[in-house]
């Protein structure tokens, strides 16, 4: 069960619902929200390990949390996947029920509550982009720029050649 432990306590942070005392989110949520994260991610992310995911049976293996095959790219993606998605939520419910009402002299304007909730979402969904972009990167940075296929890759000694190829 340490998938569960250390990734649902990494997405109660990225989701800011940390008061164990009042969880907005129930510990079943944040679960089946990694494991439809990780479904997600496992179509977009090539990682070191093969995993499987079993949505309704609540399973990940192998434990990418395990200190022998622990693998903090799957971790750290997967949860801000899960977090954008329990975000994205949040915003829908939010929105449906901001409402601004005028009487007269007075007024409520709970329109505004969800800026923070965008807010959030928007830098959330953006870091996991940039992390999603970064690990497939990594160890291939500046390929696309010195491939064969690039402007100059054919120049020898000042000189360009033909069809591709050194001359």
Known sequence: ??????????????????????????NKRIETSILVAAQ????E???SNAYSIDIDGCTL?????????????????????????????ELKTQGLSAIRVSD??????????????????????SKYEEAKMQHKLDGAVGEAILSPYSPGANVVNGHYGHGGRYQ
Request: with cysteine; hydrophobic share 40%.
């Open 61 to 89: 293996s192998p434990d990418p949390t395990a200190s022998t095959t622990k693998d903090n790219s799957f971790i750290n993606i997967v949860s801000l996947r899960a977090g954008c998605l329990i975000l994205g939520s």
């Open 1 to 26: 069960m340490a998938w569960q432990d250390e990734m649902s306590t990494i997405v109660r942070y990225i989701v800011n619902d940390v008061d164990s005392t009042d969880y907005t989110f129930s």
């Open 40 to 43: 997600l991610v496992d179509n």
């Open 104 to 125: 007269g002299p007075s007024s409520i304007d709970m329109s505004k509550t969800i800026d923070g909730i965008k807010m959030l979402y928007d830098d959330v969904c």
């Open 45 to 47: 992310v090539v990682f």
